[in-house]
C-alpha cells in the first residue's frame, strides 16, 4: 500500500497570507490527524478527523481549520500567516484507533 | 494531565556501541506506548508500539523497548548501534477522549552516532 501522502513539500509565504495544505491518508484509513513540529515547542496536536467530522481539535487559535473529504483526504488550512507559523506539519492517517502512520510532512516558511 | 518526558536531549555513542534512550510518562490508565524516528527533513516512522501483555516488545531495525509500569517508563534499546541509527526518537503516548485520539510526544532525542 502507499503511505501518507502530503503535499506539496515545501512552501514560502508571506505574513498575512493563507495557506492550504492537502493529506492523503493510507488506503482504507478513515482518521486522519494533523500535527504541528516546531523546534522550540515540539511537537502539538493540532486536530484530528474522522468520516468528515472534526472530532478533536488541539490548542490552537481559530486560524488553524480543516476539512476532510469524502475519499478521506484532508486539508488543513491557516489564515492570517504568522511568522511564529512556520513549521513542519505532519498528516498521520489510521485504521485503528491506536497505530498512526505519518507522512514526510510539509514545510512551511512565513516571512 | 498526560505528559511525557524525554530527558536526554543529545546522545552520543560510538557504532557499534549499546543504546538506551529513556522515556517517562504521566497517564492514569494503561497507556499506549510507542516509538517513533525520524531522519532529518523527514515524518515520523514507527519503530514499536506497547498495548498490553508482554512488557517487553520488539520492533524494526532491531530496537526493542521494555515497559515499567512501576516507573512509568518505557525506554527504547538497541544492543549494537549503526551508523544509519543517527535521527531523532520521538516517545509518545496515545490518549483517547471523547471517542477521538491523540499522540503525546515527548520533546525527542537526539542521537549522534560516532563512526
Known amino acids: 500500500k502507499a503511505g501518507v501522502t502530503q503535499t506539496p513539500r515545501y512552501l514560502i509565504k508571506t505574513r498575512g497570507q493563507q495557506v492550504t495544505l492537502s493529506c492523503s491518508p493510507i488506503s482504507g484509513h478513515r482518521s486522519v490527524s494533523w500535527y504541528q513540529q516546531t523546534p522550540g515547542q515540539g511537537l502539538q496536536f493540532l486536530f484530528e478527523y474522522f468520516s468528515e467530522t472534526q472530532r478533536n481539535k488541539g490548542n490552537f487559535p481559530g486560524r488553524f481549520s480543516g476539512r476532510q473529504f469524502s475519499n478521506s483526504r484532508s486539508e488543513m488550512n491557516v489564515s492570517t500567516l504568522e511568522l511564529g507559523d512556520s513549521a513542519l506539519y505532519l498528516c498521520a492517517s489510521s485504521f485503528t484507533e491506536t497505530e498512526q502512520y505519518f507522512g514526510p510532512g510539509t514545510r512551511l516558511t512565513v516571512t | 494531565a498526560q505528559s511525557v518526558t524525554q530527558p536526554d536531549i543529545h546522545i552520543t555513542v560510538s557504532e557499534g556501541a549499546s543504546l538506551e534512550l529513556r522515556c517517562n510518562y504521566s497517564y492514569g490508565a494503561t497507556p499506549y506506548l510507542f516509538w517513533y524516528v525520524q531522519s532529518p527533513g523527514q515524518g515520523l516512522q514507527l519503530l514499536l508500539k506497547?498495548?498490553?501483555?508482554?512488557?517487553l516488545v520488539q520492533g524494526i531495525k532491531g530496537f526493542e523497548a521494555e515497559f515499567k509500569r512501576s516507573q512509568s517508563s518505557f525506554n527504547l534499546r538497541k544492543p549494537s548501534v549503526h551508523w544509519s541509527d543517527a535521527a531523532e526518537y520521538f516517545c509518545a503516548v496515545g490518549r483517547s477522549m471523547d471517542s477521538s485520539y491523540k499522540l503525546i510526544f515527548g520533546s525527542g532525542t537526539r542521537l549522534l552516532v560516532r563512526p
Open positions: 506497547y498495548f498490553s501483555g508482554d512488557t
